[in-house]
């Protein structure tokens, strides 16, 4: 079940704030991490449809809907979720009172890759994932084999650190999650947040954020520039 304490621990990243407009998998995953450690992430999707990894399985029950997707469910845990129409003037006006100017770059070096991997994959592959992995990190380096679903679930430091932890969705009903990737003895994580159903920060975000009344609410979603309804015949 969620937390509902959860806001009362501090956490590394309780005094950040993000503005989360990505979709699909690398993104969403990036923000997963500020959000799981205290950063209040809010997450932006588009009216009617909502991030595209919604449409992506595998689904509860192999029921494909937007608010069942494995995928979508598990990367945006810990995440307030709102719905807004960038294509709009309106929208854009919304987006700039809530956003501010400050950029982040990103920077990784593939410049060895061949180098590395002629050296070192001739001998990784005669070994088991297992063997391979408890290896590398005996001699102090950073790396994991390539993991199935049911190798990961299985996993027996996995289960010995209590990584995963049981959330409750009222669509997608009771599964276990994936936790947190390291724990911090001071701060320590706490079973998060849902993933969010399409606009279900709506209120909070343009209501006690920016101050609209339920007048300028009603006008934003019959314009279309929010909403929390999905286009019929979308999923």
Not at 33 to 59: H, Q, S, T
Not at 78 to 97: D, Q, S
Not at 182 to 206: F, I
Not at 214 to 228: A, D, S, V, W
């Amino acid at each position: 079940m969620e937390n509902n304490d959860q806001e009362e621990i501090r956490r590394p990243l309780d005094k950040v704030k993000v503005l989360d407009l990505t979709h699909y998998i690398a993104g969403p995953c990036c923000t997963k991490l500020l959000a799981d450690y205290g950063a209040e992430v809010i997450k932006i999707e588009k009216p009617g449809e909502g991030d595209g990894a919604r449409r992506l399985g595998p689904f509860f029950n192999d029921e494909p809907h937007p608010d069942k997707s494995g995928l979508f469910l598990h990367l945006n845990t810990n995440k307030k979720g709102i719905t807004l129409n960038l294509k709009t003037e309106t929208g854009v006006k919304i987006f700039r009172v809530l956003a501010d100017d400050r950029r982040f770059e990103y920077l990784t070096d593939l410049s060895h890759k061949d180098e590395f991997e002629d050296l070192f994959l001739p001998r990784i592959i005669q070994q088991t994932k297992r063997e391979a992995t408890e290896k590398a990190q005996k001699v102090g380096v950073s790396g994991a084999g390539l993991h199935t679903p049911q190798d990961v679930v299985n996993d027996r430091r996995l289960k010995e650190s209590e990584f995963f932890f049981e959330l409750d969705h009222p669509e997608a009903g009771t599964h276990p999650y994936p936790g947190f990737i390291w724990k911090m003895s001071r701060t320590p994580p706490v079973a998060g947040r849902l993933a969010p159903c399409l606009g279900e920060h709506n209120d909070y975000v343009y209501r006690v954020l920016l101050g609209k009344s339920e007048e300028q609410m009603r006008q934003l979603t019959e314009e279309g520039h929010i909403g929390t309804d999905y286009i019929p015949g979308d999923h």
